[in-house]
C-alpha cells in the first residue's frame, strides 16, 4: 500500500498563487501517470492536472496555462505550482495515480476568495 500526504494549500485573493506538494510513502514516481485532482464544494473529485513517467504532462482546459504539475523524482515529491487563481478553483486537492490507485489521502483546502 502506498500513502500520500498532500500539504501547501491555504486561502489566498483571486490572482494569487499557492505551490501544493504531494509526498508518497514510497517511491512511486518512474512507474505511474500520477495526478492532481480537485474536489469543488458540492462536486465530484476531478482530474486536473497529469504527469507521465516520462515527464509528459497535461491539464484540464479551466487550468490550462495557469497550473504546472512537476516532480522532484530524487526528493520524490510532486508539487501543483498554481497562479492566477479563481474563486473557482476552490475546494479540496488530493494527488494519486491517474487512476486512483493508491490509498487517498486527507488532501489540502485551497480556498480564493474574490
Known sequence: QVDLVESGGGEVQA??????????????????NMAWFRRAPGKQRE?????YPSGAVNYKDSVKGRFTISRDMSRNIMYLQMGALKPEDTGVYFCNSDVGMFNWGRGTQVTVSS
Do not use: E, Q, W
Not at 482530474?47 to 504527469?51: E, V
Open 15 to 32: 490572482g494569487g498563487s499557492l505551490k501544493l506538494s504531494c509526498v508518497p510513502s514510497r517511491r512511486i514516481f518512474n512507474a505511474n
Open 47 to 51: 482530474l486536473i492536472a497529469r504527469i
